[in-house]
């Protein structure tokens, strides 16, 4: 996929905030600093489109980007935040229902998980949720670069295996730092988008 242009669209907590413009979306999750920020900056190739976690004022609201005026990306806050209160994380759950549940033009999930470790409990469980759901679903496994090639089938087996993957979702290795895969994402985005 070739990516002709990029922009950030709008911020929403709330259904009647979403675009109205019934594009297909897709949906990027994942813990906070697992690298959904660098990946989506890595695919539509720009330095600052998405904030990653080291810039300050880094919000909690579903952040729509347009691709090509043709697709959303849909940066989806990340879970697993220790220290904020359960009535934050109450909400921040309740949002991410909403959107998951309710949105018709949502044409897949990328779970991020890092590909350096085990799932954790917040990213299987997500997973489990978007099976229940029926939404298309990629597994990425972030920040490969980090992992020795000769360790990386392991890893790979590992995470599968915690996860339970069933053999009709795709797990995709993937680094921002070198690209790795990401011929494979766009291929991916593209036939979800265009499905
Ligand atoms: P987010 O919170 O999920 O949006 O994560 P960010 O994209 O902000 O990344 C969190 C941290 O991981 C930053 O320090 C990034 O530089 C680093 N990071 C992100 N992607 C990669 C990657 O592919 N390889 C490596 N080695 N580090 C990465």
Do not use: C
């Amino acid at each position: 996929m070739i990516i002709k242009n990029s922009e950030y669209a709008v911020s929403a907590v709330r259904e009647d905030q979403y675009p109205k413009d019934e594009l297909p979306e897709l949906a990027m999750a994942g813990r906070s600093n697992v690298g959904k920020s660098s990946l989506i900056n890595t695919f539509v190739n720009r330095k600052n489109l998405a904030r990653t976690s080291s810039q300050p004022g880094k919000t909690q609201t579903l952040n729509f980007y347009r691709v090509n005026d043709e697709f959303y990306l849909v940066d989806v806050p990340g879970y697993g935040y220790a220290r904020v209160s359960q009535k934050k994380r109450q909400e921040f759950g309740e949002m991410i229902q909403d959107y998951l549940e309710t949105r018709a033009n949502l044409e897949g999930i990328l779970i991020l998980v890092d590909g350096r470790h085990e799932p954790t409990k917040d990213d299987i469980a997500m997973y489990q949720y978007a099976q229940y759901l029926n939404i298309p679903i990629l597994v990425v496994a972030t920040k490969i670069d980090k992992v020795k090639r000769n360790q990386r089938n392991k890893s790979i087996a590992g995470i599968k295996k915690a996860m339970n993957l069933r053999p009709e979702d795709e797990l995709l290795t993937f680094s921002s730092f070198d690209k790795t895969n990401l011929d494979k994402l766009s291929t991916w985005i593209e036939d979800k988008v265009n499905a």
